[in-house]
């Protein structure tokens, strides 16, 4: 499942990483199939009330299913509107960097939480995935606890409100159907290529997931399908632009940008500020104002860098960009196969993109360097160079398989990208 082509088709057979994950869950909650279980050709597989084992497994190998494996499966004992709401609350509680942005409406969170609906198909991915991925759970409760306060924090309806926690609490179930090597542990911040590749559909495949195994409004699949989108066209998998997002498309990327930003212990709600402008016109201005108030109104943070060391590594990172564009340009002059082309047309607009972050931050003309200018400058530096190592796998992406000599030029170029 490396492309999106591979994932077109319905899920008339069960996908053996999502299965591996339910029968994993299995082991200590009760699995059962809802319904009797036969193939595309009325062969039964699996008894109707029969728990899941790997018995199950060794049956459906290379079936088509008459019925998606999902939709004939129930966690009798898995994740439930209070087993989420006991979540909520212990992130609510939690010293988490995103207390300033969630505790202003957990009351209101915690209320809408306990009515999420919960779709049989929905419960049962949750339970394998809090079973077998549990950062990954912590991950979707985090997005939805994020995704319904921003949503609460602009006014909305009870309604509005529900619809963007379920978005948050659903965005990643697309992951279930990748190698869980692949998965979103790091926020793709240490993925090399060849994972980076398989990680690129997981929000397609969430959209099918909501789409055509659930009732959930169309509005929430697509949103789904969007959270790793940017409105300036360099998001994935589709790269599509501000026209073609989606409202509460561009509210959940600015969730799973903010989440990424703060994955480690050590990272603050001023770090994901930083990561929402690096780049500007990525992000929806309202959602992402948000998120910037609510730092900016911390105390700032401060480096323990002196200022010779802050100028020191903005014009290393100055140098890491211009010869980047350098580098680029020559290879985009002189190639003349179409794929190579478009990867270097693809890998111009993205550095062109980081470039531009660069000259609006500033902070390459300040002339008094501050403690707190040296911590956005940290802040800034790690996201340029992860942002680099972005622009290196979306350019392999595009690239494809090419021919060697033309691979070895393009594999020069992407690992000095990545030494970023």
């Not at 419960?123 to 939805?144: F, I, K, N, W």
């Not at 998120?291 to 100028?311: F, G, H, I, N, Y």
């Not at 494809?400 to 070895?408: F, I, K, S, Y």
């Amino acid at each position: 499942m490396s492309t999106l082509t591979q994932t077109e088709s319905s899920f008339g057979r069960a996908n053996p990483h999502a299965l591996a994950a339910i029968l994993e869950a299995s082991e200590t909650k009760r699995i059962i199939a809802a319904t009797d279980i036969f193939d595309i050709s009325g062969i039964k597989l699996w008894a109707s009330n029969q728990p899941v084992s790997a018995a199950l497994q060794r049956k459906l190998l290379d079936r088509q299913l008459r019925q998606p494996l999902e939709s004939c499966l129930i966690a009798q004992d898995g994740v439930t509107s209070i087993t989420l709401l006991e979540s909520l609350n212990e992130l609510l509680q939690s010293d988490t960097p995103l207390a300033p942005v969630l505790r202003a409406h957990g009351a209101r969170l915690a209320r809408e939480a306990a009515y999420l609906p919960l779709h049989p198909v929905v419960q049962l991915l949750l339970t394998a995935v809090e079973t077998s991925r549990p950062q990954a759970y912590d991950h979707a409760v985090a997005a939805m606890a994020l995704n319904g306060a921003l949503m609460a924090a602009s006014g909305a309806d009870v309604a509005s409100i529900r619809l963007a926690m379920l978005c948050g609490l659903t965005h990643d179930l697309g992951e279930m159907y990748i190698a869980s090597a692949h998965g979103e542990a790091d926020a793709d911040r240490a993925l090399d290529f060849v994972s980076y590749q398989q990680l690129v559909v997981h929000p397609h495949v969430g959209s099918l997931l909501i789409s055509q195994l659930t009732n959930y409004p169309a509005s929430m699949a697509r949103a789904v399908a969007e959270h790793h989108e940017r409105m300036d066209g360099s998001g994935y998998p589709h790269a599509i632009e501000s026209d073609r997002f989606s409202p509460l498309g561009r509210l959940l990327a600015v969730t799973e940008a903010t989440l990424s930003a703060v994955r480690s212990p050590y990272d603050t709600l001023q770090r994901a500020s930083v990561a929402l402008r690096a780049v500007p016109g990525e992000f929806d201005l309202h959602w992402m104002g948000r998120v910037t108030q609510a730092a900016s109104a911390l105390a700032p943070q401060k480096s323990v860098m002196e200022p010779a060391d802050v100028r020191a590594r903005l014009e290393a990172l100055d140098g890491v960009l211009t010869a980047a564009e350098a580098n680029i340009a020559a290879v985009a002059g002189r190639s003349k196969l179409l794929a190579m082309k478009k990867a270097m047309e693809l890998a111009q607009f993205l550095i062109s993109r980081l470039r531009a972050g660069w000259n609006e931050s500033g902070l390459w003309s300040v002339d008094a360097i501050s403690a707190t200018d040296a911590a956005e400058v940290e802040a800034l530096e790690d996201e340029l160079y992860f942002r680099l190592r972005g622009v290196q796998r979306a350019t392999l992406l595009a690239a494809g398989r090419l021919p060697p000599e033309e691979a070895a030029v393009l594999d020069e170029i992407c690992n000095s990208l990545a030494m970023g």
